[in-house]
């Protein structure tokens, strides 16, 4: 029989397999709807919202971090630097807040940027 925190992760498994292959412009909704599914499970199941703060912040990790991966190996099973640029831009994107704010600092420090073409 799996032990109670097994039983949660599975819920909320569940819960957010819904919004699993929604389209990328919805996708800043469905980071915080899925916040909020996995926040009023926790909160129900444990009522400690520091554990429930820490939990939605292990998941989001965990969700980047499989984004990250799926982009970085499209870009190493694609030929052409000009598509890998165009994969490493995704990635930056993932990771930081402002692409172009990195890009225009970049290119004050005298950096060359060149951009990438979708393959």
Do not use: C
């Amino acid at each position: 029989m799996p032990d109670k925190h097994e039983r949660v992760a599975g819920e909320i498994e569940i819960a957010l397999r819904d919004n699993e292959y929604r389209p990328e412009d919805e996708r800043a909704f469905l980071l915080y709807s899925d916040s909020m599914i996995v926040a009023s499970i926790l909160r129900r199941e444990y009522g400690d919202d520091d554990y429930i703060h820490k939990e939605i912040a292990r998941v989001a990790r965990l969700d980047a971090l499989e984004e990250v991966k799926q982009v970085a190996i499209g870009g190493l099973l694609t030929d052409g630097g000009h598509h890998k640029q165009w994969y490493l831009e995704k990635i930056l994107g993932l990771v930081v807040d402002d692409v172009d704010a990195v890009k225009q600092e970049l290119l004050l420090e005298g950096y060359e940027w060149e951009a990438g073409i979708a393959p």
